[in-house]
């Protein structure tokens, strides 16, 4: 499957990259291989790693008009041009996948209804909240779910600002350079700090939820741009976090759709998601509430949901490779004493001068690092509760092991492990 990229910039660049890193695997599964064919970029002279030169041009001809190229993927963003280049595409038959929210928030509706009628496809994941696959849910898992509500962390440039202000201290020029730098912002990041970009995933999100076409101008929003560290202080002082919130509801015999800065309850589930993580709580009269949290900004990120809606378009074309069975990557399967956690132990030991250093010699030898301990004496006899940094099943079973032998430990060792992100 060959694929014209219109754009290469953060996004696209990363999708290039995340073509070479997972071809075998979409070979391996679909049967089919995919390559980058041309790309239409505005500046072709400047060098982009892993790109071959021949590969960049600057007429948009060679990209649409290319009888090669099986998919297109548009990554180059704004209304026009764009919008014209995707009509000719959908017009010829191409399918179309599209990270662009600006236009999609506006044209969706009409692009839509001409892939339709071209017989083709127009699919848009990666334009609200990058790695999520909310639309897909909305569109398919949700279809018939009755949404009442979709209230959501959509912008992670603005989420990354408020988190880094609360968390670092950082100004708000200081976060949002950082948000720039890490490829979480638009060309023009005022769509970001402004709300518009926050408000365009929101009619995006709003049309699918509710079945109701609502278009970019009928969001009104406020983006965080008079939002103060002062106001993030006194939220916290007053138990809430600052968010810039998306927030649509049916309701009152209709729809309201809009984006606006807010106050939410530390204990709320909206109010743990940080930096650039967006999250989107849809609620339904028939499933109560499904919680979408996950990188919302990013170049990889990003690339990811354009990748999914183009084997979407592989893998739903009639005899395709979702109807195939599973395919076997010949993977081992690990056993559990392969794997590898942090780990509590609890166990009831002689409160003895040397015992606690005859336990902490089991774990050295056993090359399990401990990170803390909390002894509590009970007697003649002491509770001791151990927690391990990250190792091995095995090094922990030999220190178990090691404890059981010991006449100074009067208890079974009670072995709970700990949910730890860096564990395998
Ligand atoms: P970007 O870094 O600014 O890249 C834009 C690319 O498109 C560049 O390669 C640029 O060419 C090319 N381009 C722009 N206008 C063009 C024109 N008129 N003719 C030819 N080429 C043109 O933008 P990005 O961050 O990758 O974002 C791309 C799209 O993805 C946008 O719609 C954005 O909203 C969306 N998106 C971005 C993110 C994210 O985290 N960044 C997440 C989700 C969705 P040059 O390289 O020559 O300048
Ligand atoms: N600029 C956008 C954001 C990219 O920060 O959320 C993802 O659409």
Do not use: W
Not at 35 to 61: F, S, Y
Not at 120 to 140: D, G, H, N, W
Not at 380 to 407: I, K, Q, W, Y
């Amino acid at each position: 499957m060959r694929i014209g990229l219109l754009g290469c910039g953060t996004v696209g660049q990363a999708f290039v990259r995340t073509i070479a890193g997972q071809g075998e695997t979409v070979a391996r599964a679909s049967g089919r291989r995919l390559e980058i064919g041309p790309i239409l970029v505005r500046d072709a002279t400047r060098a982009r790693p892993g790109i071959a030169p021949a590969q960049l041009t600057t007429d948009p001809q060679d990209v649409l008009s290319d009888p090669e190229v099986d998919v297109i993927v548009e990554v180059m963003g704004g209304i026009e041009p764009t919008a014209t280049y995707l009509r000719q595409a959908l017009q010829g038959g191409t399918p179309v996948v599209t990270a662009n929210k600006q236009l999609m928030s506006r044209q969706g509706a009409d692009l839509l209804t001409l892939a339709e009628t071209s017989g083709t496809e127009l699919r848009f994941e990666a334009s609200a909240c990058a790695a999520i696959p909310v639309i897909k849910v909305l569109r398919e898992s949700m279809l018939a779910a009755e949404i009442s509500a979709v209230t959501g962390i959509v912008n992670g440039t603005t989420n990354y600002i408020l988190s880094e202000m609360a968390r670092a201290g950082l100004s708000y020029q200081e976060a949002l350079a950082q948000a720039q730098a890490l490829g979480y912002a638009e060309a023009d990041p005022t769509e970001d700090v402004g709300g518009a970009d926050a408000a365009a995933k929101m009619a995006i999100l709003a049309s699918i939820a509710f079945h109701t076409n609502v278009h970019f101008d009928d969001v009104p929003y406020e983006g965080i741009d008079g939002v103060h560290a002062e106001d993030l202080e006194l939220a916290r002082d007053l138990g809430f976090v600052v968010k810039l919130l998306g927030v649509a509801r049916l309701g009152n015999g209709g729809i309201s759709v809009r984006v606006h800065p807010a106050l939410v309850p530390e204990r709320h589930r909206l109010a743990a998601v940080m930096g650039p993580d967006n999250a989107v709580l849809l609620e339904s009269g028939t499933v109560r509430q499904i919680m979408l949290v996950g990188p919302g900004a990013g170049g990889t990120e990003t690339a990811s949901a354009i990748l999914a809606d183009v084997l979407s378009i592989l893998g739903t074309a009639k005899g395709s490779f979702l109807q195939n069975a599973l395919v076997d990557a010949g993977r081992p399967l690990l056993r559990p004493d392969q794997t590898e956690s942090a780990f509590y132990i609890r166990l009831r030991v002689m409160d003895r001068p040397g015992v606690l250093a005859q336990i902490a010699t089991a774990f050295a030898e056993a090359g399990l690092s401990i990170r803390s301990v909390i002894q509590r004496g009970e007697g003649e006899a002491a509770r001791l509760v151990l927690v391990t940094h990250v190792g091995s099943e095995s090094r922990m079973n030999a220190a178990v092991a090691a404890m059981r032998d010991m006449d100074e430990v009067r208890s079974e060792p009670v072995l709970l492990r700990l949910l730890a992100e860096d564990a395998a």
